[in-house]
């Protein structure tokens, strides 16, 4: 049983979509993050799939990137066939909608994303001792026009990481 973890539901949207179609809502637990309350039993492994925010200037926008630590030897394979670049995470409770704070945090933290989940999904997944793998589209530069950003392209956002996400879990079938 896999778990997919996430935070919103236009996060996985099309991830949900194309694994409704192959007929694996079996092996597949949905669980939008609730941190404590995540139920985990049955479940093998963790993906944690969802928006963030880059710190780093060099990431661009709709780039999926695979975050650390994560720990699965078919994760190592998959992200290299496909050249995703492995970050750093900071998570924050408030989004990073400042440039000037985002560089600030970067500086602070030296993460390469900012997002709102995944350093408590760790702590869950490792308190459960289940493997976490997660991807991260880059969604937004933490600039003031963030919100704007992702909502008027989380659809965008959700097919290219609800993709990349079923390709590695077709992997795993």
Not at 18 to 25: I, R
Not at 89 to 111: K, N, Q, Y
Request: hydrophobic residues 40%.
């Amino acid at each position: 049983m896999v778990g997919i973890c996430y935070a919103h539901e236009p996060e996985i949207r099309e991830l949900r979509r194309l694994v409704d179609k192959t007929g694996w809502a079996g092996n597949i637990r949905w669980q939008r993050f609730a941190g404590k309350s995540n139920n985990w039993a049955d479940v093998e492994l963790i993906v944690n799939a969802g928006f963030a925010g880059a710190l780093d200037p060099n990431l661009s926008l709709g780039q999926v990137v695979r975050v650390q630590p994560a720990v699965h030897d078919r994760a190592d394979l998959f992200c290299g066939e496909r050249g995703l670049k492995t970050v750093s995470c900071h998570t924050s409770e408030t989004p990073v909608i400042d440039r000037g704070d985002a560089v600030a945090l970067r500086l602070e933290t030296r993460a390469d994303i900012v997002d709102m989940e995944f350093a408590r999904v760790l702590r869950s997944a490792r308190s459960h001792k289940i493997p976490l793998i997660g991807f991260k589209i880059i969604s937004d530069h933490c600039t003031p026009d963030a919100r704007a950003t992702v909502r008027s392209r989380q659809e965008e956002w959700s097919k290219i990481l609800g993709v990349t996400v079923f390709e590695f879990l077709s992997g795993l079938q």
